[in-house]
């Protein structure tokens, strides 16, 4: 799952003070399951940006907007897109850039993209990868400490948590707390003895 987060409002209307006759497009997979881009939320958008002034031509919720075939499929499920002068996307980067890759008038995103999470137990848990392109998450008990550390340390933890928390944000439980709970319960904490460089750091 792609974990986002909603712009403020009055930052989308910065976005699109120079446009009109907007067409929203909502996301009925990740999206959605945040609350950022099903279809409770392209309603509200929609009505929000009447209330700025702003003229809505329609809106869509496509089942995944990082899947959308044509520009086609968006007319079949809406003919108003057709009358567009502009997209809002109410969804992550990759389905911002695959709608912006069919369509011919200006694109905008309503959301931040921030980091690859899941759902477990009911709940949504974000930044558990950081996308990197090269997995070594075995090493550390199957938490990735690129994506969850705020410091992406690979090498250990940084020595300024208190109580098994983290130091940049206190809310937080230490990755590297967790880590070596894991792999010690595995009986694999010589997987920490690896030192990693420079090279492997930056990849």
């Not at 968006?74 to 502009?86: S, V």
Request: charged share 25%.
């Amino acid at each position: 799952m792609i974990i986002s987060s909603a712009k403020p409002f009055e930052e989308i209307l910065e976005l699109l003070k120079d446009e009109d006759d907007i067409f929203v497009i909502g996301c009925n997979a990740c999206a959605a399951k945040q609350h950022l881009g099903g279809e409770p939320e392209v309603i509200e958008m929609c009505q929000h940006l009447e209330e700025a002034g702003k003229h809505v031509v329609g809106g869509v919720i496509p089942s995944a907007a990082c899947s959308v075939a044509s520009f086609d499929s968006l007319i079949e499920k809406n003919p108003a897109i057709k009358n567009a002068k502009t997209i809002l996307v109410m969804a992550c980067g990759s389905g911002v850039s695959i709608i912006s890759g069919l369509a011919e008038t200006p694109v905008y995103p309503s959301n931040n993209t921030q980091s690859l999470g899941g759902r477990s137990q009911g709940e949504v848990v974000p930044e558990l990868c950081a996308m990197c392109g090269d997995c070594n998450i075995y090493y550390f008990g199957g938490i990735c400490p690129k994506g969850q550390c705020p410091k992406q340390l690979l090498n250990g933890p940084c020595g300024g948590s208190i109580d098994g928390k983290c130091e940049v944000d206190p809310e937080k439980d230490c990755v590297w707390e967790l880590i070596f709970r894991k792999l010690e319960k595995a009986g694999r904490l010589d997987l920490l003895e690896k030192v990693w460089t420079v090279e492997e750091i930056i990849e």
